[in-house]
């Protein structure tokens, strides 16, 4: 019997992404670790510094992660000093993240680790953005049908 799909995995578009991940994050550890900050760290650090401030729950769903989630990389940050919180007066369920006086000033050590992250991927001014963007729009397609499998889902279907 002959089976003609025959799983490859240099034919799979999820081992090339967490290939490329994997390297663009191994390439970023040196470089954060000498302003200590840890990959996941320096991504909640980098909404607050596009931002501002912001409540744990808009961080979560703007890193498209599960609020837990973030909860042990707030403690590590709030402990580090670069970041304070506060609980809303109105709804104490909800807590806002700002930045500390030390978390702004390392804004500017983190875009030269970006800078030089950057330079090593070997691309140029027009690939690189052009390349974020469809990884974005290749994101929302995904969001977008795991959104319809899921209201599917819940959906009665009528007889």
């Known amino acids: 019997m002959s089976n003609d799909k025959h799983l490859r995995l240099d034919d799979q578009l ?3 992404l967490y290939a490329a991940t994997n390297a663009v ?3 970023y550890a040196p470089l954060l670790k000498a302003i200590d ?5 320096y991504l909640v650090m ?12 808009s961080i979560a769903r703007r890193l498209k992660l599960a609020p ?11 402990r580090a000093g670069f970041v304070e919180r506060q609980r809303d007066q109105a709804d104490r369920r909800v807590v806002h993240v700002l930045l500390s006086e030390r978390g702004r000033a390392l804004e500017s050590a ?3 680790a970006q800078s030089v992250v950057e330079c090593q991927t070997g691309l140029d001014d027009v690939t690189l953005p052009a390349l974020r963007e469809e990884l974005m729009r290749l994101v929302n ?18 007889v």
């Open 14 to 16: 999820c081992f090339a």
């Open 25 to 27: 994050t191994r390439s």
């Open 37 to 41: 900050l840890t990959y996941p760290q």
């Open 46 to 57: 980098l909404v607050l510094w596009q931002d501002g401030a912001s409540t744990s729950g």
């Open 68 to 78: 837990h989630s973030i909860t042990p990389l707030l403690d590590k940050l709030e």
């Open 110 to 112: 983190a875009a030269d």
């Open 141 to 158: 397609r995904m969001e977008a049908e795991d959104e319809t499998q899921a209201n599917a889902v819940q959906t009665p279907e009528t």
